[in-house]
């Protein structure tokens, strides 16, 4: 257990409309990511923080902002939510799986559907 | 261009028997390679990993497999249970970790009993 919540776990919204998702974590863990998951894509990374206020782009970050003002939460904003956000959104943290390889590690999802 | 590539999307084993899931990469930075394991309704779950300084990594039933001159590594589950049946994703990034994981699509593994 990495100790990282994810809220809401569902939610169903219109086209239009502004999202904001939680990751949460009780580690104090300096790196935390968000990644959707889509059939026939794996899991592909929309944002990053390595740092409170510190955020960068990932590969499908079009239509997202992301927050980091306190090392915990970390939020993922959808500004205009569009029919292809519909996905299933996941959190991760990294942290030491050995001696000196950091890992990631996943929260529980988000199951988002825009209609 | 997929960067990391599992080419089965499924695959099917008997109980007790060995289970190889394949997994390419095309990125020569990458030095860090994982697999997770993913059940319906929930997050992926580390399973284990490899460095690119190793050709072998082996924990319990789990056994990864790197080629680094084929750019190749394998997952062997030994013996395979009904229980592995899941979804499991190759990843890799470079610098060991704490840079953005690049996933493959996924193989479905179902084990018959």
């Known amino acids: 257990d990495a100790g990282i919540t994810q809220s809401p776990r569902h939610k169903v919204t219109e086209t239009g409309t502004p999202v904001t998702l939680r990751c949460h974590q009780t580690e104090n863990h300096r790196y935390m990511y968000w990644y959707r998951q889509d059939p026939g894509h794996g899991l592909r990374l929309i944002h990053y923080?390595?740092?409170?206020?510190?955020?960068d782009k990932g590969e499908v970050s079009d239509g997202y902002s992301v927050s980091r003002s306190k090392t915990e939460d970390f939020l993922l904003t959808l500004e205009s939510a569009t029919s292809s956000q519909t996905s299933v959104y996941f959190c991760?943290?990294?942290?030491?799986?050995?001696?000196?390889?950091?890992?990631?590690?996943f929260g529980p999802g988000t199951r988002l559907l825009v209609l | 261009d997929q960067q990391v590539k599992q080419n089965s999307p499924s695959l099917s084993v008997q109980e007790g028997r060995i289970s190889i899931l394949n997994c390419d990469y095309t990125n020569s930075m990458f030095d860090y390679f994982l697999w997770y394991k993913k059940y319906p309704a929930e997050g992926p779950t580390f399973l284990i990993s490899i460095s690119s300084i190793k050709d072998k990594n082996e924990d319990g039933r789990f056994t990864v497999f790197l080629n680094k001159s084929a750019k190749h590594l394998s997952l062997h589950i030994v013996p395979s249970q009904p229980g592995d049946s899941a979804v499991y994703f190759c990843a890799a990034s470079a610098h060991s970790g704490n840079t953005p994981l690049v996933f493959g699509k996924g193989t479905r593994l179902s084990v018959i009993a």
């Open positions: 923080s390595y740092g409170v206020k510190d955020t």
């Open positions: 991760a943290i990294s942290r030491l799986a050995g001696v000196s390889e950091e890992t990631q590690y």
